[in-house]
């Protein structure tokens, strides 16, 4: 592919990548404002300035575009997991995939916050949002371990333990860093919340000092 094609692919990705999330904002908006039940696909495309068609282009149905801000994310960083430096630990690879997709969580937040707000309002969105965290661990943990492996295989019965704990403790270190963060705003910016979350797993959780 030629460097003028190779750009206008990467555009034409944003873009869509744009409309998706719009889309998304729009649906959780609406959804936190008049509930999920109450919002139809037509407002939800109106908000986002885009057609009924244009919508189920990226979503099967209504209820999706509830579930999962962005549905990209998680190949995202499996892909990031699998490419960083092989100098690199499987949890350090790890981190710097999760800190890339996390560079804009404080601008996030909010959006953040209404969409776990939607999910807890409705039981079957919240089934469904379990389900695709849970998902999306299975997918990082598989990454993690082709990374340990390095053969291009996670192996037949599975990612095995480490990838398993592995990928369950950093989705747990994220929302402590949330968590955290989200009560300490005015004392330290999320990312190095989430970096000294980090350095304590590396260190494998010493007990702080007296």
């Known amino acids: 592919m030629s460097e003028k094609g190779a750009a206008g692919g990467g555009l034409r990705e944003r873009k869509k990548r744009a409309t998706r999330a719009a889309l998304a904002e729009a649906a959780v908006r609406l959804a936190a404002e008049h509930g999920a039940e109450k919002v139809t696909v037509e407002a939800i495309s109106a908000a986002a300035g885009v057609s009924v068609r244009t919508f189920f282009n990226y979503f099967d149905s209504r209820d999706e575009a509830f579930v999962v801000i962005d549905a990209d ?7 990031a997991v699998l490419e960083a430096p092989a100098d690199l630990s499987p949890l350090a690879a790890l981190r710097e995939a999760m800190a890339a997709e996390l560079a804009e969580a404080e601008q996030q937040h909010e959006l953040w916050r209404l969409h776990a ?22 997918d990082l943990a598989d990454a993690i371990a082709l990374r ?13 333990l480490y990838p398993r704990l592995l990928a369950a403790v950093a989705g747990a270190a994220v929302r402590t860093s949330m968590d955290h963060w989200s009560a300490h705003q005015e004392e330290a910016a999320f990312l190095d919340i989430f970096h000294e979350v980090f350095t304590l797993l590396a260190a494998g959780l010493p007990a702080p000092s007296a």
Do not use: K, T, Y
Request: proline share 7%; aromatic share 0%.
């Open 73 to 79: 994310a998680g190949a995202r960083m499996r892909r």
């Open 117 to 138: 707000e939607v999910l807890h309002a409705s039981p079957h969105l919240l089934a469904r949002g379990v389900g695709a965290h849970m998902a999306a661990e299975a």
């Open 148 to 160: 340990v492996r390095g053969d291009g295989d996670p192996g037949g019965d599975g990612p095995g």
